[in-house]
């Protein structure tokens, strides 16, 4: 078993989300993934075996729906911190990364943090320079392979792991 969860909240993301689950699957074990389906009323893409799927269907329009996965993704992560050592929580488009200098794998980055209650990552929202870059493929490797500009972005530069209950 993994010590680390992570989890994503997601409603009509197929291209992501399946991003989402080879990068975090690889990183900790796709039975230590988390998809919280928001809405029954959309077809999620099949997913590989262990993964774990839980559908909720809560508040659509965007002041209410973001209210309550805020508290649905808090209540979520205390939940799992009842079987793992940190949590983490990201949207199917974002992706945490150990810093490549560091040399340790993302699992022993978090895990070296333990004592820090929670980590915040910096931001990046990667820009596609559509004049010399192709469209993203699936076969044509990880995403930085494919872009090579990116933007610090303060919305993006949030917390993301949590050792213990958050609010």
């Not at 010399?132 to 930085?144: D, K, R």
């Not at 972005?153 to 609010?167: I, Q, Y």
């Amino acid at each position: 078993m993994s010590d680390i969860a992570a989890f994503t909240l997601v409603r009509n993301d197929s291209y992501f989300l399946r991003k989402c689950i080879d990068h975090y699957g690889a990183a900790f074990g796709l039975q230590a993934l988390f998809v919280l389906r928001h809405g029954s009323d959309w077809t999620m893409p099949a997913l590989p075996p262990g993964v774990n799927v839980l559908t909720f269907d809560g508040p659509m329009p965007r002041g209410p729906r973001n209210d309550w996965s805020a508290a649905l993704c808090s209540d979520f992560a205390a939940f799992l911190l009842g079987q793992y050592k940190a949590v983490v929580r990201a949207d199917t488009d974002e992706f945490l990364v150990a810093d490549p200098q560091s040399g340790l794998s993302l699992a022993d980055a978090i895990l070296a943090e333990r004592d820090q209650g929670c980590i915040s990552a910096l931001g990046i929202d990667v820009i596609h320079d559509i004049a010399n870059e192709s469209a993203l493929s699936q076969e044509a490797g990880s995403i930085l392979a494919q872009r090579r500009h990116g933007v610090i972005t303060r919305e993006f530069t949030k917390p993301c792991v949590v050792f213990h209950p958050a609010t």
